[in-house]
């Protein structure tokens, strides 16, 4: 559980908390106060309905975090990425409104290279 990540989630992207609440039925306001609790006191000393409302709307944007796939810009259909994404890249991941794993990163890079070269032409 990353809560740096979570730290820069309420900080600078408070909209995904909050699209996270509405998401799963819950009240973004209250959501909203639970990450700042649990910033500053921990997850063990949550209440267990402050944990309930945690686990269901938190808990996914700063633990096992997917990756969001790259889609090559020829290809018609997004393709999902099984990847986790690296703990200690989360922070960096929700400060540039999103990332890649490696894999994808990797092809994302190969393709802004490959577009370059033909531009240089």
């Known amino acids: ?14 909209e995904i ?21 649990a910033i500053g006191n921990g997850y063990d000393s949550l209440s267990v309905n402050q944990k309930y409302h945690f686990d269901k709307s ?4 700063i633990e096992n975090v997917q990756c969001d796939g790259y889609t090559h ?3 018609e259909e997004h393709t999902d990425c099984p990847a986790i994404l ?6 960096e991941y929700y400060q540039n409104d999103g990332g890649y794993c490696e894999r994808c990163q990797g092809q994302a890079d ?11 032409d």
């Open 1 to 14: 559980m990353n809560l740096e990540a979570l730290k820069e989630i309420c900080k600078n992207n408070p």
């Open 17 to 37: 908390l909050e699209k996270s609440a509405l998401d799963n039925g819950s009240d973004p306001d209250t959501v909203k106060g639970i990450a700042l609790f």
């Open 58 to 61: 938190i808990r996914k944007l």
């Open 73 to 75: 810009e020829l290809e």
């Open 86 to 91: 690296n703990d200690e890249n989360l922070v």
């Open 110 to 120: 190969s393709d802004a290279h490959s577009r370059a070269a033909f531009f240089e």
